[in-house]
Protein backbone atom coordinates (compact mmCIF):
# COMPACT_ATOMS: atom_id res chain seq x y z
CA UNK A 1 0.00 0.00 0.00
CA UNK A 2 2.63 2.53 0.03
CA UNK A 3 2.78 3.42 -3.43
CA UNK A 4 -1.10 4.43 -2.78
CA UNK A 5 -2.27 7.86 -3.00
CA UNK A 6 -5.71 9.52 -2.82
CA UNK A 7 -6.67 13.39 -2.79
CA UNK A 8 -9.74 14.85 -2.35
CA UNK A 9 -10.87 18.19 -3.71
CA UNK A 10 -13.24 20.60 -3.06
CA UNK A 11 -15.13 21.83 -5.99
CA UNK A 12 -18.27 23.24 -4.48
CA UNK A 13 -20.82 23.73 -1.84
CA UNK A 14 -17.43 25.53 0.09
CA UNK A 15 -18.71 28.64 1.80
CA UNK A 16 -22.85 27.91 0.35
CA UNK A 17 -25.26 25.41 0.17
CA UNK A 18 -24.88 24.95 -3.69
CA UNK A 19 -22.68 23.31 -6.09
CA UNK A 20 -21.86 20.16 -4.45
CA UNK A 21 -18.79 18.40 -6.08
CA UNK A 22 -15.98 16.36 -4.64
CA UNK A 23 -13.48 15.02 -6.80
CA UNK A 24 -11.14 11.90 -5.77
CA UNK A 25 -8.14 11.31 -6.85
CA UNK A 26 -6.90 7.85 -6.79
CA UNK A 27 -3.47 7.89 -8.61
CA UNK A 28 -4.09 8.25 -12.11
CA UNK A 29 -8.12 7.65 -11.65
CA UNK A 30 -10.95 10.69 -10.45
CA UNK A 31 -14.09 10.09 -9.45
CA UNK A 32 -16.43 12.94 -8.75
CA UNK A 33 -18.64 12.71 -5.90
CA UNK A 34 -21.68 15.12 -6.78
CA UNK A 35 -22.33 17.32 -9.31
CA UNK A 36 -24.28 20.23 -8.30
CA UNK A 37 -25.41 23.52 -10.03
CA UNK A 38 -24.32 26.74 -7.95
CA UNK A 39 -27.30 28.65 -7.32
CA UNK A 40 -28.07 32.18 -5.36
CA UNK A 41 -25.29 34.96 -5.14
CA UNK A 42 -24.31 35.94 -8.91
CA UNK A 43 -20.41 35.39 -8.56
CA UNK A 44 -21.60 32.16 -7.36
CA UNK A 45 -24.13 31.16 -10.20
CA UNK A 46 -21.53 32.38 -12.57
CA UNK A 47 -19.39 29.38 -11.68
CA UNK A 48 -21.60 27.35 -13.72
CA UNK A 49 -20.98 29.31 -17.16
CA UNK A 50 -17.03 28.37 -16.76
CA UNK A 51 -15.43 25.61 -17.89
CA UNK A 52 -16.34 22.34 -16.01
CA UNK A 53 -13.89 21.92 -12.53
CA UNK A 54 -12.94 18.51 -13.91
CA UNK A 55 -13.54 18.02 -17.82
CA UNK A 56 -13.28 14.06 -17.60
CA UNK A 57 -13.87 12.26 -14.29
CA UNK A 58 -13.55 8.59 -14.65
CA UNK A 59 -16.77 8.30 -13.40
CA UNK A 60 -19.65 10.36 -11.22
CA UNK A 61 -21.39 9.61 -8.13
CA UNK A 62 -24.30 11.02 -7.07
CA UNK A 63 -25.83 11.04 -3.31
CA UNK A 64 -29.41 12.24 -4.39
CA UNK A 65 -31.42 14.07 -7.25
CA UNK A 66 -31.82 17.78 -6.15
CA UNK A 67 -30.62 20.21 -8.27
CA UNK A 68 -27.86 21.59 -5.89
CA UNK A 69 -26.24 17.78 -6.43
CA UNK A 70 -26.81 16.83 -9.74
CA UNK A 71 -27.81 19.67 -11.38
CA UNK A 72 -24.56 20.36 -13.44
CA UNK A 73 -24.61 17.10 -14.83
CA UNK A 74 -26.15 17.70 -18.16
CA UNK A 75 -23.38 21.08 -18.69
CA UNK A 76 -20.80 18.28 -18.19
CA UNK A 77 -22.11 16.37 -20.75
CA UNK A 78 -22.28 19.36 -22.96
CA UNK A 79 -18.49 19.60 -22.36
CA UNK A 80 -18.25 16.21 -23.37
CA UNK A 81 -18.29 13.59 -20.51
CA UNK A 82 -19.39 10.32 -20.93
CA UNK A 83 -18.53 8.24 -18.61
CA UNK A 84 -20.80 5.86 -16.39
CA UNK A 85 -23.00 8.06 -13.15
CA UNK A 86 -23.80 6.20 -10.30
CA UNK A 87 -26.63 6.60 -8.04
CA UNK A 88 -29.73 4.43 -6.12
CA UNK A 89 -32.46 3.59 -8.33
CA UNK A 90 -34.95 6.43 -6.44
CA UNK A 91 -32.47 9.12 -7.48
CA UNK A 92 -32.15 7.99 -11.11
CA UNK A 93 -35.85 7.97 -11.42
CA UNK A 94 -35.97 11.67 -9.69
CA UNK A 95 -33.26 12.97 -11.97
CA UNK A 96 -35.29 11.41 -14.85
CA UNK A 97 -37.66 14.36 -13.95
CA UNK A 98 -35.37 16.83 -12.18
CA UNK A 99 -32.91 17.31 -15.23
CA UNK A 100 -34.70 17.32 -18.08
CA UNK A 101 -37.35 19.79 -16.39
CA UNK A 102 -34.46 21.90 -15.22
CA UNK A 103 -33.48 22.16 -19.00
CA UNK A 104 -36.41 23.00 -20.33
CA UNK A 105 -36.79 25.80 -17.57
CA UNK A 106 -33.23 27.27 -18.82
CA UNK A 107 -34.28 27.28 -22.43
CA UNK A 108 -37.87 28.59 -21.40
CA UNK A 109 -36.08 31.45 -19.57
CA UNK A 110 -33.74 32.39 -22.58
CA UNK A 111 -36.71 32.34 -24.48
CA UNK A 112 -38.44 34.34 -22.57
CA UNK A 113 -35.44 36.94 -22.11
CA UNK A 114 -35.07 37.27 -25.45
CA UNK A 115 -38.98 38.07 -26.17
CA UNK A 116 -38.55 40.96 -23.76
CA UNK A 117 -35.26 41.86 -23.74
CA UNK A 118 -34.25 42.03 -20.33
CA UNK A 119 -31.20 39.99 -20.66
CA UNK A 120 -27.70 41.52 -20.70
CA UNK A 121 -26.75 38.57 -23.14
CA UNK A 122 -28.03 39.05 -26.66
CA UNK A 123 -28.84 36.27 -27.51
CA UNK A 124 -29.42 34.91 -24.04
CA UNK A 125 -28.68 31.06 -23.93
CA UNK A 126 -29.21 28.25 -21.85
CA UNK A 127 -26.76 26.93 -19.67
CA UNK A 128 -27.94 23.47 -21.06
CA UNK A 129 -30.31 22.09 -23.37
CA UNK A 130 -33.01 19.22 -22.56
CA UNK A 131 -31.54 17.10 -25.44
CA UNK A 132 -27.90 17.54 -22.68
CA UNK A 133 -30.21 16.40 -20.09
CA UNK A 134 -31.84 13.56 -21.84
CA UNK A 135 -27.87 12.10 -23.07
CA UNK A 136 -27.28 12.41 -19.12
CA UNK A 137 -29.78 10.23 -18.06
CA UNK A 138 -28.13 7.71 -20.49
CA UNK A 139 -24.93 7.40 -18.39
CA UNK A 140 -27.01 6.54 -14.77
CA UNK A 141 -26.04 3.34 -13.12
CA UNK A 142 -28.27 1.77 -10.62
CA UNK A 143 -27.17 0.87 -7.26
CA UNK A 144 -28.72 -0.83 -4.35
CA UNK A 145 -28.15 0.45 -1.09
CA UNK A 146 -25.93 -1.63 1.23
CA UNK A 147 -24.42 -3.10 -1.70
CA UNK A 148 -20.46 -2.64 -2.97
CA UNK A 149 -19.64 -1.34 -6.38
CA UNK A 150 -17.01 -1.24 -8.19
CA UNK A 151 -15.05 2.04 -9.54
CA UNK A 152 -12.25 3.26 -11.09
CA UNK A 153 -8.64 3.47 -9.05
CA UNK A 154 -9.46 0.48 -7.29
CA UNK A 155 -12.05 2.06 -5.35
CA UNK A 156 -15.19 0.66 -4.37
CA UNK A 157 -18.37 2.42 -2.85
CA UNK A 158 -21.72 1.68 -1.07
CA UNK A 159 -24.66 3.98 0.24
CA UNK A 160 -26.34 4.21 3.40
CA UNK A 161 -29.71 5.76 3.84
CA UNK A 162 -29.80 9.43 4.42
CA UNK A 163 -33.07 10.25 4.67
CA UNK A 164 -34.02 13.73 3.18
CA UNK A 165 -35.19 12.72 0.22
CA UNK A 166 -36.32 9.64 -1.88
CA UNK A 167 -33.11 7.45 -2.97
CA UNK A 168 -31.04 9.91 -0.90
CA UNK A 169 -28.00 7.91 0.30
CA UNK A 170 -24.29 8.44 2.11
CA UNK A 171 -21.37 6.89 0.01
CA UNK A 172 -18.62 5.34 1.65
CA UNK A 173 -15.33 5.12 -0.43
CA UNK A 174 -13.13 2.35 0.19
CA UNK A 175 -9.52 2.16 -1.43
CA UNK A 176 -8.73 -0.84 0.57
CA UNK A 177 -6.29 1.25 3.57
CA UNK A 178 -8.61 4.51 3.79
CA UNK A 179 -12.11 4.99 3.61
CA UNK A 180 -13.66 7.99 2.91
CA UNK A 181 -17.24 9.09 3.71
CA UNK A 182 -19.75 11.77 2.11
CA UNK A 183 -22.77 12.70 4.31
CA UNK A 184 -24.86 14.21 1.50
CA UNK A 185 -27.24 15.72 2.70
CA UNK A 186 -28.91 13.96 6.40
CA UNK A 187 -31.97 13.92 6.53
CA UNK A 188 -34.19 14.38 10.12
CA UNK A 189 -34.87 11.38 12.74
CA UNK A 190 -38.54 12.40 12.95
CA UNK A 191 -38.96 13.21 9.33
CA UNK A 192 -43.17 13.55 8.28
CA UNK A 193 -42.35 11.08 5.58
CA UNK A 194 -38.94 9.99 5.26
CA UNK A 195 -37.66 7.16 6.85
CA UNK A 196 -34.60 8.12 9.23
CA UNK A 197 -31.04 7.72 8.39
CA UNK A 198 -29.13 4.54 9.00
CA UNK A 199 -26.12 5.04 11.77
CA UNK A 200 -22.83 6.67 10.25
CA UNK A 201 -20.42 3.86 8.72
CA UNK A 202 -17.00 4.45 10.05
CA UNK A 203 -14.27 6.32 7.93
CA UNK A 204 -11.22 7.66 8.12
CA UNK A 205 -12.41 10.94 6.72
CA UNK A 206 -16.36 12.34 6.77
CA UNK A 207 -17.06 14.89 4.31
CA UNK A 208 -19.88 16.36 6.17
CA UNK A 209 -23.00 18.71 5.00
CA UNK A 210 -23.91 21.67 7.64
CA UNK A 211 -26.45 23.28 6.29
CA UNK A 212 -28.48 23.83 9.67
CA UNK A 213 -24.96 24.09 11.46
CA UNK A 214 -25.99 26.42 14.68
CA UNK A 215 -29.25 26.46 13.80
CA UNK A 216 -32.39 23.96 15.77
CA UNK A 217 -35.32 23.61 13.83
CA UNK A 218 -38.58 24.93 15.82
CA UNK A 219 -40.32 22.96 17.48
CA UNK A 220 -44.03 23.60 17.22
CA UNK A 221 -46.20 21.69 15.24
CA UNK A 222 -45.51 22.72 11.11
CA UNK A 223 -49.31 21.65 10.55
CA UNK A 224 -50.55 24.14 13.08
CA UNK A 225 -48.24 26.88 12.45
CA UNK A 226 -49.30 26.33 8.31
CA UNK A 227 -53.23 26.59 9.15
CA UNK A 228 -52.76 29.52 11.03
CA UNK A 229 -51.40 31.72 7.79
CA UNK A 230 -53.76 30.05 6.01
CA UNK A 231 -56.29 30.73 7.85
CA UNK A 232 -55.26 34.67 8.22
CA UNK A 233 -55.07 35.26 4.52
CA UNK A 234 -58.13 33.47 3.66
CA UNK A 235 -59.89 36.05 6.11
CA UNK A 236 -58.72 39.07 4.19
CA UNK A 237 -59.82 37.47 0.99
CA UNK A 238 -56.14 36.23 -0.29
CA UNK A 239 -54.25 33.53 -1.83
CA UNK A 240 -51.58 31.15 0.11
CA UNK A 241 -48.34 31.05 -2.33
CA UNK A 242 -45.94 28.43 -1.16
CA UNK A 243 -42.73 28.13 -2.95
CA UNK A 244 -41.99 24.45 -2.66
CA UNK A 245 -39.34 21.88 -3.96
CA UNK A 246 -40.80 20.06 -6.56
CA UNK A 247 -39.29 16.82 -4.41
CA UNK A 248 -39.60 15.89 -1.25
CA UNK A 249 -41.34 19.49 0.05
CA UNK A 250 -44.00 19.40 -2.06
CA UNK A 251 -45.11 16.12 -0.93
CA UNK A 252 -44.92 16.96 2.66
CA UNK A 253 -46.90 20.29 2.17
CA UNK A 254 -49.44 17.85 0.38
CA UNK A 255 -49.42 15.40 3.77
CA UNK A 256 -49.84 18.12 6.12
CA UNK A 257 -52.61 19.70 4.08
CA UNK A 258 -54.63 16.33 3.75
CA UNK A 259 -54.13 16.14 7.68
CA UNK A 260 -55.90 19.30 8.33
CA UNK A 261 -58.40 18.73 5.87
CA UNK A 262 -59.73 15.40 7.35
CA UNK A 263 -59.41 17.44 10.62
CA UNK A 264 -61.55 20.14 9.43
CA UNK A 265 -59.34 22.90 10.20
CA UNK A 266 -58.63 23.68 6.44
CA UNK A 267 -60.68 26.82 5.23
CA UNK A 268 -62.87 25.51 2.59
CA UNK A 269 -60.46 26.51 -0.39
CA UNK A 270 -58.70 24.70 -2.93
CA UNK A 271 -55.42 23.56 -3.23
CA UNK A 272 -53.29 23.29 -6.61
CA UNK A 273 -50.30 21.81 -7.21
CA UNK A 274 -48.46 24.36 -10.08
CA UNK A 275 -45.21 21.87 -11.25
CA UNK A 276 -45.35 18.89 -13.89
CA UNK A 277 -42.10 17.90 -12.21
CA UNK A 278 -43.76 17.69 -8.91
CA UNK A 279 -47.00 15.83 -9.84
CA UNK A 280 -44.61 13.11 -12.10
CA UNK A 281 -42.20 13.03 -8.63
CA UNK A 282 -45.23 12.01 -6.39
CA UNK A 283 -45.73 9.04 -8.64
CA UNK A 284 -42.65 7.75 -7.99
CA UNK A 285 -43.37 7.67 -3.51
CA UNK A 286 -45.49 4.84 -4.56
CA UNK A 287 -42.73 2.65 -6.09
CA UNK A 288 -40.07 3.60 -3.21
CA UNK A 289 -41.91 2.47 -0.37
CA UNK A 290 -38.79 1.36 1.64
CA UNK A 291 -37.51 5.10 1.54
CA UNK A 292 -40.43 7.01 3.40
CA UNK A 293 -42.93 6.06 6.10
CA UNK A 294 -46.36 6.01 4.05
CA UNK A 295 -48.17 3.30 3.59
CA UNK A 296 -49.73 2.73 -0.22
CA UNK A 297 -53.13 4.08 0.66
CA UNK A 298 -52.26 7.22 2.37
CA UNK A 299 -49.93 8.12 -0.25
CA UNK A 300 -52.83 7.75 -2.71
CA UNK A 301 -55.07 9.67 0.03
CA UNK A 302 -52.73 12.37 0.81
CA UNK A 303 -52.15 13.15 -2.54
CA UNK A 304 -55.01 13.67 -4.13
CA UNK A 305 -55.93 16.40 -1.50
CA UNK A 306 -54.67 19.02 -4.49
CA UNK A 307 -55.36 19.83 -7.78
CA UNK A 308 -52.86 19.77 -10.45
CA UNK A 309 -52.07 22.19 -12.88
CA UNK A 310 -49.64 20.44 -15.71
CA UNK A 311 -49.80 23.05 -18.68
CA UNK A 312 -48.51 26.62 -18.90
CA UNK A 313 -52.54 27.77 -19.70
CA UNK A 314 -53.57 26.46 -16.53
CA UNK A 315 -50.38 28.42 -14.95
CA UNK A 316 -51.89 31.63 -15.87
CA UNK A 317 -55.53 31.06 -14.80
CA UNK A 318 -54.43 30.90 -11.85
CA UNK A 319 -53.29 34.47 -11.41
CA UNK A 320 -56.72 35.48 -12.65
CA UNK A 321 -58.64 33.99 -10.22
CA UNK A 322 -60.36 36.71 -7.96
CA UNK A 323 -61.15 33.77 -4.75
CA UNK A 324 -58.45 32.43 -1.89
CA UNK A 325 -56.69 29.58 -3.14
CA UNK A 326 -53.27 27.94 -1.67
CA UNK A 327 -50.84 27.55 -4.90
CA UNK A 328 -47.81 25.08 -4.07
CA UNK A 329 -45.63 25.26 -6.80
CA UNK A 330 -41.45 24.81 -7.53
CA UNK A 331 -38.30 26.11 -7.23
CA UNK A 332 -38.06 25.75 -3.35
CA UNK A 333 -36.30 29.10 -3.32
CA UNK A 334 -37.99 31.17 -6.05
CA UNK A 335 -34.82 30.91 -8.51
CA UNK A 336 -36.70 29.99 -11.60
CA UNK A 337 -40.14 28.01 -12.59
CA UNK A 338 -43.60 28.83 -12.18
CA UNK A 339 -43.35 30.40 -9.14
CA UNK A 340 -41.85 33.29 -10.03
CA UNK A 341 -45.18 33.85 -11.92
CA UNK A 342 -46.94 33.89 -9.52
CA UNK A 343 -45.04 35.97 -6.89
CA UNK A 344 -45.11 38.55 -9.55
CA UNK A 345 -48.64 38.88 -9.25
CA UNK A 346 -49.55 37.98 -5.45
CA UNK A 347 -46.18 39.48 -3.76
CA UNK A 348 -47.91 43.04 -4.13
CA UNK A 349 -50.87 41.79 -2.39
CA UNK A 350 -51.24 42.75 1.28
CA UNK A 351 -54.18 40.27 1.54
CA UNK A 352 -52.27 37.47 0.24
CA UNK A 353 -49.45 35.44 2.04
CA UNK A 354 -46.06 34.10 1.17
CA UNK A 355 -44.63 30.87 3.00
CA UNK A 356 -41.02 29.39 2.39
CA UNK A 357 -41.10 25.91 3.74
CA UNK A 358 -37.32 25.17 4.32
CA UNK A 359 -33.66 26.64 3.85
CA UNK A 360 -33.16 29.69 1.65
CA UNK A 361 -29.98 29.76 0.56
CA UNK A 362 -27.81 33.37 0.14
CA UNK A 363 -28.95 35.33 -2.99
CA UNK A 364 -31.99 33.50 -3.91
CA UNK A 365 -35.35 35.68 -3.66
CA UNK A 366 -36.28 33.07 -1.02
CA UNK A 367 -33.35 34.55 0.98
CA UNK A 368 -34.74 38.29 0.01
CA UNK A 369 -38.43 37.21 1.13
CA UNK A 370 -37.21 35.76 4.44
CA UNK A 371 -34.65 38.97 4.93
CA UNK A 372 -37.73 41.27 4.86
CA UNK A 373 -37.24 43.25 1.42
CA UNK A 374 -39.80 45.43 0.26
CA UNK A 375 -39.23 44.90 -3.40
CA UNK A 376 -38.12 41.85 -5.27
CA UNK A 377 -36.38 41.62 -8.80
CA UNK A 378 -38.44 39.31 -10.94
CA UNK A 379 -37.52 39.57 -14.72
CA UNK A 380 -35.49 42.59 -15.24
CA UNK A 381 -37.70 44.80 -12.93
CA UNK A 382 -38.89 45.40 -9.64
CA UNK A 383 -41.83 44.32 -7.58
CA UNK A 384 -43.23 45.40 -4.71
CA UNK A 385 -43.60 42.99 -1.64
CA UNK A 386 -46.64 43.73 0.33
CA UNK A 387 -48.06 40.05 1.42
CA UNK A 388 -47.74 38.80 4.28
CA UNK A 389 -44.31 36.46 4.32
CA UNK A 390 -43.77 33.49 7.24
CA UNK A 391 -40.64 31.07 6.96
CA UNK A 392 -41.77 27.42 8.10
CA UNK A 393 -38.28 26.11 9.04
CA UNK A 394 -39.67 22.82 10.83
CA UNK A 395 -40.53 21.84 6.98
CA UNK A 396 -37.11 21.23 6.39
CA UNK A 397 -35.80 18.18 5.16
CA UNK A 398 -32.60 18.59 6.55
CA UNK A 399 -31.30 17.77 10.17
CA UNK A 400 -30.54 20.77 12.70
CA UNK A 401 -27.37 21.03 14.35
CA UNK A 402 -28.43 18.69 17.27
CA UNK A 403 -29.56 15.86 14.74
CA UNK A 404 -26.34 16.26 12.72
CA UNK A 405 -24.20 15.79 15.39
CA UNK A 406 -25.87 12.63 17.22
CA UNK A 407 -25.43 11.10 13.09
CA UNK A 408 -22.09 12.59 12.90
CA UNK A 409 -21.17 10.71 16.55
CA UNK A 410 -22.26 7.09 15.68
CA UNK A 411 -19.26 5.11 15.50
CA UNK A 412 -15.40 5.83 15.89
CA UNK A 413 -13.90 8.77 15.39
CA UNK A 414 -12.55 10.03 12.11
CA UNK A 415 -8.88 10.80 11.27
CA UNK A 416 -10.34 14.36 10.36
CA UNK A 417 -14.13 15.83 9.54
CA UNK A 418 -14.59 18.54 6.48
CA UNK A 419 -17.34 20.62 7.13
CA UNK A 420 -19.38 21.41 3.22
CA UNK A 421 -22.79 22.54 2.21
CA UNK A 422 -23.28 25.16 4.49
CA UNK A 423 -23.08 29.07 4.84
CA UNK A 424 -20.25 30.35 6.55
CA UNK A 425 -21.44 30.84 9.95
CA UNK A 426 -23.26 27.72 9.98
CA UNK A 427 -20.01 25.37 8.96
CA UNK A 428 -18.49 27.09 11.46
CA UNK A 429 -20.85 27.07 14.52
CA UNK A 430 -20.88 23.22 13.81
CA UNK A 431 -17.13 23.19 13.56
CA UNK A 432 -17.19 24.27 17.33
CA UNK A 433 -19.44 21.91 18.29
CA UNK A 434 -17.73 19.51 17.17
CA UNK A 435 -14.43 20.69 18.55
CA UNK A 436 -15.77 21.28 21.83
CA UNK A 437 -18.39 18.18 22.32
CA UNK A 438 -16.28 15.55 20.52
CA UNK A 439 -12.51 16.59 20.42
CA UNK A 440 -12.51 15.66 17.32
CA UNK A 441 -10.39 16.82 14.70
CA UNK A 442 -12.80 19.09 12.49
CA UNK A 443 -11.98 21.56 9.26
CA UNK A 444 -13.55 24.11 7.23
CA UNK A 445 -11.86 23.38 3.60
CA UNK A 446 -11.77 26.38 1.08
CA UNK A 447 -13.24 26.07 -2.53
CA UNK A 448 -10.55 24.03 -4.48
CA UNK A 449 -8.53 23.37 -1.66
CA UNK A 450 -6.68 19.45 -2.09
CA UNK A 451 -5.95 17.51 1.32
CA UNK A 452 -3.82 14.22 1.06
CA UNK A 453 -6.29 11.57 2.40
CA UNK A 454 -2.98 9.56 3.79
CA UNK A 455 -1.22 12.44 5.14
CA UNK A 456 -3.81 12.96 7.43
Given amino acids: MADRSLELTFLGANGTVTGSKHLLTAGHSRVLVDCGLFQGYKQLRLRNWSDPPVREPDAIVLTHA ?76 IVDFGVRFDLPGGLTGSFTRAGHILGAGSLLVDDGARKVLFSGDIGREQDLMMAPPQPRPNADVVVMESTYGGRQHDGDDPAEALVAVIKRAVARGGSVIIPAFAVGRTQALL ?193 RETVDIYAL
Fill in 66 to 141: HLDHSGYLPRMVRAGFRGPVYCTSATAGLCGLLLPDSAFLQEQDAAFANKKGFSKHQPAEPLYTVDDAEAALELLR
Fill in 255 to 447: LLLYQLRRANKLPDVPIFVDSPMAIAATGLYAAHPADHRLNPELCAAAFAVAKYVRDAEGSKKLDQRGEPAIIISAAGMATGGRVVHHLKRYAPDPNSAIVLAGFQAGGTRGAALADGVDKLKIHGRYVPVNAEVVQLDMLSAHADQDELLGWLEHGDAPRCTFLVHGEPAASDALRHDIEEQLRWNVRVPDY
